[in-house]
């Protein structure tokens, strides 16, 4: 069993905010693989379906991103996985718009969320980074991982969110170099 959770901050003036892409992975990861209708627990909303062989809980927190930790630890100890069970998907300031890498472990890059989670469980758990890119000076990071995504951005970002829940398969798995390839493949533009 694994634990997959998207971060994001609750409530519809949230969104379609930059800081939500974690939600909108995790809705997506939900609607492609048929997983059932939320319900509350764990300070958040919890699915719980297959991709492949793997069952996975997908979990996303509603405490606020400054305080995603207290949900994903409460969800870790209830079905007690331990850190490297659980994938959190987040947006990405130092990676470029649409762009998607994996990592395990590493520090949180003054993201509040991954601070939580750090905070709640420890460093070790698998990270899906989407890129938000940046908006250049850190005075205007702020606004801008809270802003909405703009119309022109649409296209881009559902395909991107699609490629993730297509290829979540290689996730479950544990295959990240597949998985962040295919991601790539299925990005590139067609012609």
Do not use: C
Not at 67 to 79: C, K, L, T, W
Not at 125 to 134: E, K, P, Y
Not at 147 to 168: P, R, T
């Amino acid at each position: 069993m694994q634990l997959w959770a998207g971060l994001g901050n609750p409530g519809p003036r949230h969104a379609m905010q930059r800081h939500n892409v974690g939600f909108m992975a995790a809705d997506a990861i939900a609607e492609i693989h048929d997983f059932p209708a939320p319900k509350q627990q764990f300070q958040g909303w919890v699915q719980e379906g297959r991709i492949g062989g793997e069952k996975i809980v997908l979990l996303k927190p509603a405490t606020f991103m400054n305080e995603s930790g207290r949900s994903i630890g409460a969800a870790m100890r209830f079905y007690k996985l331990e850190p490297d069970d659980v994938t959190v998907f987040h947006d990405e300031l130092d990676l470029a718009p649409f762009k998607v890498k994996v990592k395990t472990g590493g520090g949180n890059a003054g993201h509040n969320g991954l601070r939580s989670t750090q905070a709640h469980i420890g460093a070790d758990f698998r990270r899906v980074r989407l890129g938000i890119g940046h908006p250049g000076h850190k005075e205007r990071v702020h606004g801008y991982v809270l802003g909405n995504y703009a119309k022109a951005e649409i296209e881009d970002l559902s395909d991107m969110l699609g490629a993730v829940a297509a290829e979540a398969g290689w996730l479950a798995n544990g295959d990240d170099a597949r998985f962040m390839n295919e991601v790539a493949l299925r990005m590139q533009p067609a012609g």
